[in-house]
């Protein structure tokens, strides 16, 4: 079955630390993926997407994942995180072309101040 | 603003009391879906639509119906509410495979 796992389900750290979200897919052929944000209250905004081409993207706020397709993964990363990011963050799998989007559980980061 | 508007934002209803949750898009985009956020269980699909008049079941479609009438609004039905259908319920819009563009959701109580 088409799956999508997030393994930590929840991330603390200090302001000016790096951050490392893993995501990893279980989805038969190519995948179009995504990283979602939701901060709280609100609701998910598009962080970044990866279709093809090169395997490192790079989204808005300084975050960037990295597809490896022979570890099934989409990892996202930020080199020094601020308080403003505190959120819950989701991966999402679909195919090209395809209308089923599915998500992780989701990661909630909480950044100190 | 391209956006996408749910109503209501918050509910409170009692079992069995038929409602609908309304959905509309201005970004003419082919494909809406609708979502329920649990704690712990992420997002799951509900129902999707690939344009006017085609619908689809998604992961948990028990208990919900949806209608697609124009391309613009696709609005959640639930004939028989009941309190495990309590949750925060999420409407989004995409033009193909690409990103969702999400609504601002609407918190459900069923009791």
């Known amino acids: 079955a088409q799956s999508v796992s997030q393994h930590n389900h929840h991330v603390i750290l200090s302001e000016a630390a790096s951050l490392e979200l893993g995501c990893n897919y279980s989805?038969?052929?190519?995948?179009?993926l995504f990283w979602y944000v939701q901060y709280p209250g609100q609701h998910l905004q598009l962080l970044l997407k990866?279709?093809?081409?090169?395997?490192l993207v790079k989204g808005i706020k300084g975050f960037e994942a990295e597809f490896i397709k022979s570890k099934f993964s989409f990892n996202l990363r930020k080199p020094s995180v601020q308080w403003s990011d505190t959120a819950e963050y989701f991966c999402?799998?679909?195919?090209?072309?395809?209308?089923?989007?599915?998500f992780g559980a989701g990661t909630r980061l909480f950044v100190k101040a | 603003e391209a956006q996408v508007t749910q109503n209501p934002r918050y509910l409170i209803t009692v079992t069995g009391k038929k409602l609908t949750v309304t959905c509309s898009q201005n970004?003419?985009?082919?494909?809406m879906s609708w979502y329920r956020q649990d704690p712990g269980l992420g997002l799951r699909q509900i129902y999707y639509?690939?344009?006017?008049?085609?619908?689809d079941k998604g992961d948990v479609p028990e208990g919900y119906k949806v209608s697609r009438k124009e391309k613009r609004n696709f609005p959640l039905i639930l004939e028989s509410p009941s309190p495990n259908q309590t949750s925060l319920y999420f409407c989004?819009?995409?033009?193909?495979?690409?990103?969702?563009?999400f609504g601002s959701g609407t918190r459900l109580t069923v009791v």
């Open positions: 989004a819009s995409s033009r193909g495979g690409d990103g969702y563009t």
């Open positions: 989805y038969g052929g190519t995948v179009n």
């Open positions: 990866y279709f093809s081409g090169d395997p």
């Open positions: 999402a799998v679909n195919a090209p072309g395809g209308f089923k989007t599915i």
């Open positions: 970004m003419n985009h082919e494909y």
């Open positions: 639509s690939m344009n006017v008049e085609v619908t």
